[in-house]
C-alpha cells in the first residue's frame, strides 16, 4: 500500500497540449478534455496508458484517436487503457462532476456562492482522467463555461477570448504558454469583485495585479497587494527572478484547507491568509499575510517555473521557499525577531514531529497519503536546510547556485539532489555528506564541553553529535552540521576575540563545520576564561547542549552580541527552570528559578533592547516545548506548574512590569510596522504579568479592550482577561461578537479566544459548536473552534475524565466522512500518546483503537492513526 520512493518510474507518456472545457451547471460540471500525447522518447518500452481517475469523477466516454474505449480498467484511482505505440495520439475524455457536494476541498468545489479548484497534490485527477504527476509538463488551454451570473470567469495564463452563449450563459478561454504539471491547475468561477495594480518589472515589463473576493471583502485587499509588489521587487533584487506572464491573480476563498496555493498565474487563498485591513486584522496576522502573499508568489520560480520530479520532493520546493519567504521577512521588518519566531514554531512543534511516530526525513522515503506530508518537516526543517546551505556557502555563492539552478533545471521537473549538486558544483564544497540531511529523519543533538588552558590561553570545545533513532532507521550516519559560535569573556562580559588552525572554522562567518562524530577545536588567545555563545542564529536544526551554570546563561541572556543568542539562553535558563520544576528537583529548581528572576529583572530593566526582542526574552517557553524536555509528562501538572512560574515572576517583578505597562502605553494612531507592533507585543507582555499578578489585574485588560483603536490590542487584552473570566468579560466577548460578526476572519479569531479561555470544557466546546459561527464544512471553523480547544488549551483537552480524548476521537471520525485532510491534520495531538503517564497513554490509545475500527476510514487518518499505535 505504500508508494516508495525506490519505485520512482518516468511517465511512459507525456502530454504536451491539455485542452479543457468545463462547463459549470447549476447542479453539476461537465469536463472535457483533449489531450495531445505521445510515447515518453527517453523510454523504449511503453506499456498500458496509465491514467488517474478520482472517485469524485463519473466517466461518461473516452476515446482514443478518435476510437472510443468501451470499457477500460478503473483500478482504485488508476484509468487503464491499451498501450499505444502510434507517435502522437490523442485522448478525449468527457466526466460528470458535482462540485456542490465536494466536501473534501479538493478538485473542483463550491466555496460559499463561487467556484474553484484545489488541485495540489492530486487534486486534478478529480477534475480529469490525466497522468496526474507531477513530472509529466503540459501546456494548457481552458475554456470555462457557467451561467453569466458568474462574471468572472477565470484560469491560469493569459485571457484569449470571452463571450456570450445561449441561454444566459457565457464563456471564457484562457491560455498559459509555460509548461506545467497538472497540480498547478486552477479555476474559478463566481461573483466577484477585483482589486486592480500593476508591478512594472526590472526589465521594464507592466504586469496587471488582480486580487478577486467576495463582494463584501472589498476593503481588505490592500494590504495584499502592497504586499505582492514588495515581494516581486525583492525577487528581482535579491535572486534576479522577474515575473513572467503579463498577468498575476490572487482569489480569496473561504473554504480552503490550507493556507493558499501557487496555481501558475492564479493563486488561490484562503481569506484568512489574504484579507486585511487596519481595523480588524492584528500585527500578527499583517505579518503572516505578508508572508504568505510573498510565499506563493516566490513558488512562480522555485516549484512553477523548476518544479518537482515527484512527490518525496517536495521539500524541494518547499524548503525552499518557506527559506525564500522567511529572508523576505527578515528583509522587511527585524531579522533577529524573524528568526525568533521561526524557531520557536520548529522547537515547539517540528522537534516533536521528528521525535514522534510520523517521523520522516525532508524527503521522505515512503509514504500512503501524500497530504499528510505537508509537514512542518518537510517545510520548515526543510527551510533550515536550505539556510544552512546559505551559511556554508555565504550568500554570493547561493546566489550563483540558485541562478545556476534556475537556468539549467528551467521548464523541468528535477530532485532534491540536482539542487544540492548546482550548490556543490558553484562552491568546490564536497556535499556528499550534507546531503544526509534529506535522508536521515530525526533531531540531531550536538554535546559541546570545554576546558580552558590559563597559561596557553586556549579554550578548547569539545563536539560530540547523536542523532535518535526514528522509525525505519535505528542507526544514524553523522550530519555536517554548521555551528555558528562566539565567546564572551566570564570578567569582562565582554565579546572574545580567538584564532584557530582547525580546517573547518570558517573565520570570516566564525562558522565551524562539525562533519565527525566528535571533534575538537581550539580556540587560541584567548585572554579569559570565557563562555562559549553556541548555535547562533540557530545555524542548525539541532538540539545543542552545553553544561551552562544559571550565571553563564544570564551572563548571555544579557551581554551576548548576538541578540539571537539572548534569546536562545533565556529559552535554555526558563526551561531549565521548569524541568527542575516538574520533577521537583527542589534546590535546583529554586537556584534556577532566582536567577531566571534576576535574569528577567535585567532584561525588563535594559533601555536599549527593541521592544519586539524584549517581548519575545519575557516570553517563557511553550508548554509543547517543556513537554518534548522529559518523560512521563502529566500534562496538568506541567500546566500547573507552568502557570506558577509565570505568576511568580508577575508578582516578583510587578513594579517592573508595571513600569513597562505605562511605559508602552499607544500614543499615536495604529499602524503595522516593526516599532509599533513590539511595542504593543510588549504592553501586551506586561499586561499579562499584570493580570496575573493580583486580583484586580484584569481590569487593566478591560480599560486596553475599551481604550484600544487597534485588532491587536483588542484581542490580547480580551485573552489575558479571559483567564479570570467574569461576567465582564462575557458582556465584552459579546460586545465584541455584536461589532465584528459580519467580518468573517475576526469571527475565527473570536471562536478561538473562546475556546482556548481556560476554564473550558468539552460540554463548554459542543456548546460553543451549536453558536452560528461555526460549521462543519468550513475548515478554518473547524481549526479555530476543535483545533484551537485540543492543541492550545492544555487544561480543557486534557480533563482528567479523559472528555477530551473522546471529544477529539469523534470530531476525527465525524471528520473524516467530509473532509479527511482536515481530519487527518486534527490526529496530531494523540501522535504524542507515548509520552505521557500511563493514565494519560491508556485512555488516548483506546480512543486511537476506536478510530481505526470502521471500515472505510481514509488513507490519510489510517495512516497517522496506525503508524501512531505502532510506535517504533
Ligand atoms: N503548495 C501550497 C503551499 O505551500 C500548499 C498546498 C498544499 N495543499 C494540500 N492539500 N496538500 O504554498
Ligand atoms: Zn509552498
Keep these: 500500500q505504500p508508494i516508495r520512493l525506490q519505485d520512482y518510474a518516468p511517465p511512459a507518456y507525456l502530454v504536451d497540449e491539455t485542452h479543457l472545457c468545463v462547463q459549470i451547471f447549476d447542479d453539476h460540471a461537465l469536463v472535457e478534455a483533449r489531450l495531445v500525447m505521445r510515447p515518453n522518447p527517453a523510454l523504449d518500452k511503453h506499456g498500458a496508458l496509465i491514467l488517474n481517475a478520482g472517485d469524485e469523477v463519473t466517466l461518461e466516454h473516452i476515446e482514443v484517436d478518435g476510437a472510443a474505449v468501451a470499457d477500460p480498467v478503473r483500478e482504485g484511482e488508476s484509468l487503464i487503457l491499451p498501450a499505444i505505440s502510434a507517435s502522437h495520439f490523442e485522448v478525449r475524455s468527457r466526466v ?76 471564457a478561454e484562457w491560455h498559459d504558454p509555460f509548461p506545467k504539471p497538472s497540480y498547478l491547475f486552477a479555476l474559478v468561477a463566481g461573483v466577484l469583485d477585483c482589486t486592480e495594480d500593476s508591478f512594472t518589472t526590472a526589465s521594464g515589463k507592466s504586469v496587471d495585479l488582480k486580487l478577486y473576493t467576495e463582494p463584501h471583502n472589498r476593503h481588505k485587499t490592500r494590504f495584499a497587494l502592497e504586499a505582492l509588489k514588495r515581494a516581486m521587487r525583492w525577487d528581482e533584487q535579491v535572486y534576479g527572478r522577474e515575473y513572467d506572464l503579463d498577468l498575476f491573480m490572487i482569489v480569496a476563498v473561504d473554504h480552503f484547507n490550507m493556507g493558499a496555493m ?40 522555485s516549484g512553477n517555473r523548476v518544479t518537482c520530479r515527484d512527490w518525496f520532493q517536495l521539500s524541494l520546493k518547499e524548503g525552499f521557499t518557506v527559506f525564500r519567504d522567511s529572508e523576505f521577512t527578515a528583509d522587511m521588518h527585524a531579522r533577529a525577531v524573524k528568526r525568533m519566531d521561526d524557531v520557536t514554531l520548529l522547537r515547539t512543534q517540528q522537534f516533536a514531529e521528528d521525535a514522534g511516530p510520523m517521523a520522516h526525513p525532508i524527503r521522505p522515503d515512503s509514504y500512503i497519503e501524500i497530504n499528510n506530508f505537508y509537514t512542518l518537516t518537510v517545510y520548515e526543517k526543510g527551510a533550515e536546510v536550505v539556510r544552512m546551505l546559505h551559511t556554508l556557502l555565504g550568500a554570493e555563492a547561493f546566489r550563483r547556485g540558485s541562478d545556476l539552478y534556475f537556468e539549467r533545471f528551467d521548464g523541468q521537473a528535477v530532485t532534491v539532489e540536482d539542487f544540492v549538486a548546482c550548490m556543490a558544483e558553484v562552491s568546490g564544497i564536497d556535499l556528499t555528506q550534507f546531503r544526509r540531511w534529506y535522508e536521515q529523519a530525526g533531531t540531531p543533538r550536538v554535546d559541546v564541553t570545554s576546558e580552558y588552558d590559563v597559561a596557553a590561553q586556549t579554550l578548547t570545545l569539545h563536539f560530540a553529535q547523536s542523532c535518535p533513532a526514528t522509525p525505519g532507521q535505528p542507526d544514524k550516519a553523522p550530519f555536517h552540521i554548521p555551528v555558528k559560535l562566539g565567546l564572551l569573556g566570564r570578567q569582562s562580559r565582554l565579546p572574545l576575540s580567538f584564532t584557530t588552525e582547525h580546517s573547518g572554522f570558517d573565520a570570516a562567518n566564525q562558522v565551524f563545520s562539525l562533519r565527525a562524530e566528535e571533534d575538537s577545536l581550539v580556540l587560541s588567545d584567548v585572554t579569559e576564561p570565557a563562555v562559549p555563545s553556541l548555535l547562533r542564529d540557530f545555524s542548525a536544526p539541532v538540539v545543542c547542549d552545553y553544561p551552562y551554570s544559571g550565571e553563564d546563561l544570564k551572563l548571555l541572556v544579557i551581554a551576548d552580541d548576538n541578540s539571537f543568542n539572548r534569546w ?19 534546590g535546583e529548581a529554586d537556584e534556577l528559578r532566582q536567577t531566571l528572576l534576576s535574569a528577567t529583572s535585567a532584561v525588563l530593566a535594559d533601555g536599549l533592547l527593541d521592544p519586539a526582542v524584549k517581548a519575545r526574552i519575557l516570553q517563557l517557553p511553550a508548554q509543547a516545548y517543556i513537554a518534548e524536555q522529559y518523560s512521563p509528562v502529566d500534562p496538568l501538572q506541567l500546566d500547573q506548574v507552568h502557570t506558577e512560574l509565570r505568576t511568580w515572576l508577575a508578582c516578583e517583578l510587578a513594579a517592573e512590569w508595571q513600569q513597562v505597562l505605562s511605559a508602552t502605553r499607544a500614543d499615536e494612531p495604529y499602524r503595522f510596522e516593526h516599532r509599533q507592533a513590539g511595542r504593543r507585543a510588549l504592553h501586551l507582555c506586561a499586561l499579562a504579568a499584570t493580570v496575573l499578578a493580583d486580583d484586580s489585574g484584569w481590569q487593566a485588560a478591560r480599560e486596553l479592550f475599551e481604550r484600544a483603536d487597534n485588532m491587536t490590542e483588542q484581542q490580547g487584552a480580551l485573552r489575558l482577561w479571559s483567564q479570570v473570566a467574569n461576567t465582564e468579560w462575557d458582556t465584552a466577548m459579546e460586545q465584541f461578537w455584536q461589532r465584528w460578526k459580519s ?17 473550558m470544557t468539552v460540554a463548554g466546546v459542543n456548546q460553543l459548536m451549536q453558536h452560528e459561527a461555526f460549521s462543519w464544512d468550513n475548515p478554518n471553523r473547524v481549526r479555530s473552534v476543535i483545533g484551537a480547544f485540543v492543541m492550545r488549551n492544555p487544561r480543557g483537552f486534557h480533563a482528567a475524565d479523559g472528555s477530551g480524548y473522546r471529544f477529539l476521537a469523534d470530531a476525527i471520525l465525524k471528520l473524516d466522512g467530509m473532509n479527511p485532510q482536515i481530519a487527518a491534520r486534527l490526529c496530531t495531538p494523540f501522535t504524542q500518546w507515548r509520552r505521557y503517564v500511563p493514565a494519560v497513554q491508556a485512555a488516548m490509545q483506546a480512543e486511537l483503537e476506536r478510530i481505526l475500527a470502521p471500515d472505510g476510514l481514509s488513507d490519510g487518518v489510517y495512516e497517522i492513526v496506525s503508524k501512531t499505535l505502532q510506535g517504533d
Design 743 to 759: 467580518d468573517a476572519q475576526v469571527v475565527e479569531q473570536w471562536l478561538g479566544i473562546c475556546a482556548q479561555r481556560p476554564g
Design 262 to 301: 501557487e496555481n501558475k498565474g492564479l493563486n488561490i487563498f484562503n481569506s484568512a491568509c489574504v484579507l486585511a485591513d487596519e481595523s480588524s486584522t492584528t500585527d500578527g496576522g499583517f505579518e503572516l499575510i505578508e508572508a504568505i502573499v510573498a510565499h506563493e508568489y516566490f513558488h512562480n520560480w
Design 96 to 171: 460528470r462532476l458535482l462540485p456542490d457536494q465536494n466536501t473534501r476541498l479538493e478538485g473542483l468545489y463550491r466555496s460559499g456562492g463561487m467556484y474553484c479548484t484545489q488541485c495540489e497534490a492530486e487534486g486534478f485527477r478529480q477534475i480529469t482522467p490525466y497522468p496526474d504527476r507531477p513530472d509529466v509538463l503540459s501546456v494548457f488551454t481552458t475554456r470555462v463555461e457557467a451561467p453569466s451570473e458568474y462574471d468572472c470567469l477565470l484560469s491560469n495564463g493569459n485571457p484569449v477570448g470571452m463571450g456570450p452563449l445561449e441561454n444566459n450563459r457565457h464563456f
Design 568 to 586: 536562545s539562553a533565556m529559552q535554555t535558563l526558563a526551561t531549565r527552570t521548569l524541568v527542575a520544576l516538574v520533577q521537583q528537583a527542589a
